[in-house]
């Protein structure tokens, strides 16, 4: 059961969440966004999607323990159907999380009206929503975020892409040479992920050298220190990810592209060898275009989790019932 009411107008604050594969993140934001209250527990990823859900409900509760909230919107992993509220797809991350009534569930747990979406696409929100506010009416955004995934949001002509079950936006899910054969978590070979995440790339360092790796930063030290194969599996997929999205823009024609996520940040030869792939890609028009990092730092989930609730279908408690 879905209702196309806004709680913009109502001046109420209202409840984001941010839900990971390893933490919820909540927050109470007012109606000028400022940060009421805030939340943090672990996801308890290994114990199914009934004891996910209750744990939202529980961050949500202690955010606003005085039920002041008008809605809330939530920031999930996986696959995510705005219009239904259902997990359409997802990873083994979360046990059991595909097939869950997100939307439903949660409006039933909280009794507040739910919208929900893909967290990357959240996330991306208030990128749009900035974007706008610059002037672009119009604007489109391609927003990728690299991380132990790789995931995406598109934006066309001022408007959020989500596609049939709400997959529009899994870039990490395209086509890449540079893994071609190698097997994806989403069950196919070859898809951009496996080589451009976290892990794609310390699996890609254990394959140059034979030796096991713990995490990306210990093969950031090593390519700092000199090492060529740590060197090689991080601009390989850097400049995996550049290609793929370079193509994307071609295709899509966004104003703006903005690249976030833990793997970026692990410094300047992987931020140089994805815009230079990046640039390599693009036709004419676009030539202008580099990609930037996110306006928003840890918040950035969370607020444009509050913010689905303006712009997405909600959820009302009883549809389960």
């Known amino acids: 059961m879905t209702s196309t009411d806004r709680t913009a107008a109502t001046g109420r604050p209202v409840v984001g969440l941010d839900l990971g594969g390893t933490k919820i993140a909540a927050a109470l934001l007012g109606a000028d966004g400022t940060v009421l209250a805030r939340h943090s527990r672990p996801t308890p990823a290994r114990d199914g999607a009934a004891a996910v859900l209750d744990a939202l409900a529980a961050a949500a509760a202690e955010v606003d323990p005085g039920r002041t909230a008008a809605a809330l919107g939530i920031a999930a992993a996986g696959v995510v159907d705005p219009r239904t509220g259902m997990v359409t797809s997802a990873t083994d991350s979360i046990r059991g999380w595909a097939g869950t009534p997100l939307g439903v569930g949660l409006a039933n747990r909280t009794g507040y009206p739910v919208a929900c ?27 990728a975020a690299i991380g132990t995934g790789v995931g995406g949001a ?32 989403c069950g196919s070979t070859g898809h951009l992920e496996v080589i451009a995440s976290g892990p794609g790339i310390a699996a890609h360092y254990e394959r140059l050298t034979g030796a096991p790796v713990d995490r990306l930063e210990t093969v950031a030290a090593r390519a700092a220190q000199g090492d060529a194969d740590a060197v090689s599996a991080i601009t390989t997929g850097a400049a995996a990810a550049g290609h ?31 815009r230079a792939a990046f640039a390599s890609e693009l036709m004419a028009p676009l030539r202008r275009l ?14 444009g989790a509050a913010a689905l609730t303006t712009t997405l279908p909600l959820h009302h408690p009883g549809a389960l019932r």
């Open 117 to 143: 979406d893909n967290d990357v696409r959240a996330t991306a929100g208030p990128e749009l929503a900035a974007l706008t506010a610059q002037g672009a009416q119009h604007g489109s955004l391609l927003f």
């Open 154 to 185: 598109i934006a066309v002509d001022g408007r959020m892409l989500h596609g049939a079950a709400g997959i529009a936006g899994h870039v990490g899910h395209l086509p890449s040479p540079e893994a071609a054969g190698l097997p994806c978590t």
């Open 244 to 274: 793929v999205l370079g193509g994307l823009a071609n295709a899509f024609g966004p104003d703006l592209v903005v690249v976030g996520g833990g793997v970026p940040r692990i410094g300047p030869l992987y931020e140089e060898a994805l």
């Open 290 to 303: 580099v990609p930037r990092a996110p306006l928003l730092g840890h918040d950035a989930a969370v607020l």
